[in-house]
């Protein structure tokens, strides 16, 4: 690759990240250059294990532009290790930070039976739209001189992903907010929150199965949980999550039955949960990641503190698609008087066979 065309590379990511697209480094390399960062670091002459940031960033041609884009790559691999990219069903790019979102109601509609000739009777699904606003996440770091001088790009590089998990954490915080309460200021898209049987022990089996049975009732999988730190440990630690099989060996006839229940759930921990909530999760049905502005990292000398200071930012955010698309078990409140609310309630169809 010509030195000439490092800059006009980075510029190119640059605008395409603005758009909203996760454009990377690996991604321009294979598709205009059939090549590897590590191949193109060969090729032009720096080794990533040796040479210092200092070194690159002084080179009197346009190699330097390569450090923010090493550096954002570093980034990246802390930051696409959140765990909100899980509970994701659908990851948008938009031209702004607010954005208008689709919501649909149900009333009744739903199958009838109808005899030849007659006419269908039609339910209503009627349209909204709501107003989603995204917000610019960012987080910045300043590095000495002395740091600049005397770290490889290799070490720096391990520095810069424990960057990019820092900001992921943010973006983790905002999916637990509008898993919680929803995308609007008035709660109306908030999740429901279910009690247990006992608040003593707090959560158990039982009250995870209540969830489980309603949601394959309404549609739902609840495949994912996002748990605060004490819901979490609850839930590890029942014996029912512990044990290896449920069958037993001595049945002569195993009934294999249909359930409803997950043949598996990831749970996901996090600080942001309510304390002894697990938010219960159908990743095809709960959240939007909508993105105005994809990662992006910027560095600029400030001379008189003899720092290099960079900051990674991303402009995004999260839409409810669903409202039943998740519910929170709280283990600190009882079923009595917190059960499901009415938009989770099965339809049933009316049907008269004779």
Same mark, same amino acid.
């Given at each position: 690759?010509?030195?000439? %065309?490092?800059?006009? $590379? ?8 603005? *758009? ?14 059939? *090549? ?16 210092? /940031? ?5 080179? !009197? ?11 954002? #790559? ?25 954005? /208008? ?5 149900? #009333?009744? @509609? ?8 007659? #006419? ?7 349209? %909204? ?19 600049? %001088? ?42 429901? /929150?279910?009690? /247990? ?19 394959? $009732? ?25 044990? %290896? ?19 598996? !759930?990831?749970?996901?921990?996090? !600080? ?15 959240? @939007? ?10 560095? *600029? ?26 519910? @929170? ?14 938009? $989770? ?10």
């Amino acid at each position: 690759m010509a030195f000439a %065309k490092i800059r006009e $590379m980075h510029e190119k990511l640059g605008a395409l990240r603005r *758009q909203g697209y996760d454009a990377t480094l690996a991604s321009i390399l294979e598709d205009e250059y059939n *090549q590897t960062p590590q191949e193109m670091l060969r090729e032009l002459s720096i080794n990533p294990r040796k040479h210092s /940031v200092d070194f690159v960033l002084n080179l !009197a041609d346009d190699r330097k532009w390569l450090v923010p884009e090493v550096f954002r #790559s570093a980034i990246r691999e802390g930051f696409v290790r959140a765990w909100y990219r899980e509970v994701v069903a659908a990851d948008e790019r938009v031209a702004q930070p607010s954005v /208008v979102v689709p919501s649909f109601e149900y #009333s009744d @509609a739903e199958p009838k039976t109808t005899a030849e000739g007659e #006419s269908v009777p039609v339910g209503s699904v009627s349209y %909204k739209d709501k107003t989603v606003r995204l917000h610019k996440h960012t987080i910045g770091l300043d590095i000495s001189y002395e740091a600049i %001088k005397y770290t490889s790009l290799d070490l720096a590089a391990v520095f810069f992903e424990d960057f990019g998990s820092r900001l992921a954490g943010r973006l983790n915080a905002y999916a637990v907010s509008v898993l919680e309460n929803g995308d609007q200021s008035d709660l109306s898209h908030s999740a429901a /929150v279910i009690g /247990v049987n006992d608040t003593t022990p707090g959560i158990t089996y039982a009250d995870e199965l209540r969830l489980f049975i309603r949601g394959a $009732m309404i549609g739902r999988r609840f495949s994912k949980i996002v748990a605060s730190e004490e819901a979490a440990n609850v839930i590890l630690n029942l014996a029912e999550h512990r044990r %290896k099989t449920t069958r037993d060996a001595a049945a002569e006839l195993p009934l294999n039955v249909k359930t409803p229940v997950p043949e598996e !759930a990831d749970l996901y921990a996090d !600080a942001h949960v309510t304390a002894n909530r697990a938010i219960f999760v159908d990743p095809a049905r709960a959240l @939007a990641l909508l993105t105005a502005s994809a990662l992006e990292v910027e560095s *600029q000398k400030i001379i008189e503190k003899q720092i290099e200071k960079s900051v990674a930012s991303v402009t995004a955010g999260f839409a409810s698609l669903v409202r039943d698309g998740r519910v @929170a078990l709280d283990g600190s409140i009882a079923y009595a008087g917190n059960g499901f609310p009415a938009y $989770m309630t099965p339809v049933k169809s009316t049907f008269n066979q004779f």
